[in-house]
């Protein structure tokens, strides 16, 4: 079993920045891709940000440019660094690992989710 654990989501302004943090633990060798995906309220969860052991990246168009995934393979944690936030980008932000080098879609695993809330 994988267990996913969020942190950093928060209240920010427009414009402003924010950090998340996913570590996993457990049978974290089965994991190969990691990813952030958000809900808004109404809305499908849907792809953020995914990358795999390798380093190989997948966004979403509308995050391109602002938000940034990372990974520390020795510390078994993703990071989402998001900049210019907007209101729009306020949701649910969700873990997910996948045993698979796959960054289109989820695995297997997921967080119990950190809310980002974009206002002033």
């Known amino acids: 079993q994988v267990q996913l654990v969020e942190s950093g989501g928060g209240l920010v302004q427009p414009g402003g920045s924010l950090r998340l943090s996913c570590a996993a633990s457990?049978?974290?060798?089965?994991?190969?891709?990691m990813g952030w995906y958000r809900q808004a309220p109404g809305k499908q969860r849907e792809l953020v940000a995914a990358?795999?052991?390798?380093?190989?990246?997948n966004y979403a168009g509308s995050v391109k440019g602002r938000f940034t995934i990372s990974r520390d393979n020795a510390k078994d944690t993703v990071y989402l660094q998001m900049s210019s936030l907007k209101p729009e980008d306020t949701a649910v932000y969700y873990c997910?690992?996948?045993?698979?080098?796959?960054?289109?879609?989820?695995?297997?695993?997921w967080g119990k989710g950190t809310l980002v809330t974009v206002s002033s």
């Open positions: 997910n690992g996948n045993r698979w080098a796959v960054v289109a879609r989820p695995g297997d695993y």
């Open positions: 990358i795999t052991r390798g380093g190989t990246t």
């Open positions: 457990g049978d974290i060798f089965s994991i190969n891709a």
